[in-house]
């Protein structure tokens, strides 16, 4: 047995994968096959030169044609015997694992966000109906209505060489091991009546970038303003897709091309248009993308200029540098929780963002804060990025994870999976200076104001119960913030989004106020 676990220990080796022994037992050990009935026989064994043992050659030579008859497992006494389960899988290393490049799709509704994540993606060009929009609708109301109500992703895939892999000839694990960068697109909502779901999808996913997507018919009317204004808030930097274009008259377009070359150098954004007409341009506007605005011109029925976009896509590098994004993975595991599952025979599994360092299968971390302000210590049991089994995952990287010792501890949205090495403490009152963008009316804001702030991948309410001044529109102040439902982890230097109806308000946490908590240690209870 030895000897066979090292010959596949070699191979293993030899094809990049390791050899890990899962179970080995005896099988001339009755007890180990208790689960087997009673009346259970196993053939003879066969003497040391493959010959029948004398007890069964009269037996033989009579009937050459008929099997030995069998004999019960307690008549069976021979040298012993081993089985073995092993698994071999290919090796994961922080160094063979892809680029990741986060894109929300932002514009207002009917301006085809979903239709072009879908034609980028799966590479067929939409009918004019919608046809591209529906593999990335999750519900059946999102078919019926043509537009989206919540965060869906799909991925594109880029080699080093600029060749694109997406879902017409590749199967995901296909467009994975040969892409060294991956595009997730985030499509959110362009209704008004789903701002928030857009808002935590910006908070949460901490996009490096948004494409702008706005109607060629239709110019920039509902909520492109706002959407564009919310990532000139949260410094989100972002592009823009003119689409339908095969629709519309150059004069249309032209007309609509000069009403975003006006928002953008504006004071508001001082990013100028940058014109995207021939691949030279392309690969100029992903260098200057920090300064510049990307525009192009595309048409999901046609096709035009979707190779230009896709050139740009090819040539995008993530918003953080490589230094940032290499202290940020050597930092200690952080993992913000957006998501929470429960898979009938597994438990709660946790779906989010890794924000720091890298999460291992088996690591140790701490969860919570839960509502009784504790956290309580879980042992990864499996990880999955994009639908496929990871030994790892990585700063920068959506997966979803799964707990050996859960127990009876539900997760919840806003809760933060991170290393002991990290102080663990909660909060239930902090500081922040904020900067009122819109309140109708011209009515002043004032101690007892309600609303809902996002920071990060929290989302809940709070109360206004100190502020140096009252305020309205355009206006700042220090204002001491209340969580009314439970405490949560957050950090000085964190921004925050403020919305209540019409009131939307932007700012940064400059101050809070550390809540003591408790570890709870619980033990492994793993799910076979």
């Known amino acids: 047995m030895d000897d066979s676990i090292k010959t596949l220990n070699a191979m293993a080796t030899q094809a990049d994968a390791e050899c890990i022994v899962l179970k080995e037992f005896n099988i001339n050990d009755v007890s180990c096959l208790a689960d087997q009935p009673s009346s259970a026989t196993l053939t003879p064994p066969l003497s040391t030169d493959g010959a029948p043992s004398s ?24 040298e012993a015997r ?15 694992m892809w680029t990741d490049l986060r894109i929300a799709m932002l514009g207002n509704v009917d301006a085809g966000k979903s239709t072009l994540c879908g034609v980028l993606t799966h590479g067929e060009l939409d009918n004019g109906s919608g046809k591209a929009r529906l593999n990335l609708f999750r519900h059946l109301h999102e078919i019926q209505s043509g537009h989206t109500s919540c965060i869906s992703r799909e991925i594109l895939g880029f080699n080093k060489h600029g060749t694109m892999f997406n879902y017409e000839n590749h199967s995901i694990e296909s467009i994975l091991d040969n892409s060294s960068k991956i595009i997730t697109f985030i499509d959110l ?15 949460g996913h901490c996009p490096d970038y948004a494409a702008l997507v706005v109607n060629s018919k239709q110019g920039l009317v509902g909520t492109f303003r706002e959407h564009l204004g919310l990532t000139v808030a ?12 095969d629709e519309t ?7 609509c091309k000069m009403q975003i070359e006006s928002i953008l150098k504006g004071p508001a954004v001082k990013r100028p248009a940058l014109l ?11 260098q200057k993308i920090k300064t510049r605005t990307p ?12 190779p230009l976009l896709q050139h740009f896509l090819s040539h995008l590098q993530p918003a953080l540098s490589k230094e940032e994004r290499t202290a940020a993975t050597k930092a200690e595991p952080k993992f913000s929780v957006d998501g929470v599952l429960s898979v009938t025979g597994n438990g709660p599994i946790v779906t989010g963002l890794v924000t720091r360092g890298t999460i291992r299968e088996e690591s140790e971390l701490l969860m919570g804060p839960f509502e009784d302000k504790t956290y309580r210590s879980v042992r990864v049991s499996s990880i999955h990025c994009n639908r496929l089994p990871r030994r790892l995952a990585k700063c920068g990287q959506s997966v979803s994870l799964a707990f050996h010792n859960l127990g009876c501890s539900m997760p919840r949205k806003g809760m933060v999976l991170m290393s002991p090495e990290y102080e663990s403490y909660c909060v239930h009152e902090f500081t922040a200076e904020i900067y009122i963008l819109q309140h109708p009316n011209n009515s002043k804001i004032k101690i007892g104001f309600e609303a809902t702030v996002f920071i990060e991948n929290i989302r809940q309410k709070v109360l206004i119960t100190h502020m140096d001044k009252e305020i309205t529109t355009g206006q700042k102040a220090k204002v001491r913030l209340k969580f009314l439902q439970y405490p949560d982890l957050v950090g000085e230097g964190s921004k925050l989004f403020l919305r209540n109806g019409r009131t939307k308000a932007m700012g940064t946490v400059s101050e809070v106020t ?9 033990e492994d209870d793993i799910i076979n």
């Open 55 to 78: 007890a069964d050659e009269e037996e033989t030579s009579s009937s050459s044609s008929r099997p030995p008859p069998p004999v019960p497992m307690e008549a069976w006494t021979t």
């Open 234 to 245: 949260l410094k989100v930097i972002s592009f823009v897709c003119i689409t339908k274009t």
């Open 249 to 255: 008259s150059s004069t249309q377009i032209r007309r």
């Open 295 to 306: 525009v192009f011109q595309v048409s999901a029925v046609t096709g035009d200029n979707l």
């Open 189 to 203: 909502a362009g209704s008004q009546k789903y701002l928030k779901t857009t808002l935590f999808g910006l908070t």
């Open 514 to 522: 550390k809540i003591p908590t408790q570890i709870i240690v619980t």
């Open 82 to 96: 081993y089985v073995c389960e092993v698994l071999i899988r290919r090796s994961q290393d922080e160094d063979s």
């Open 276 to 286: 995207v007409q021939s691949p030279a341009d392309a690969e100029r506007a992903a």
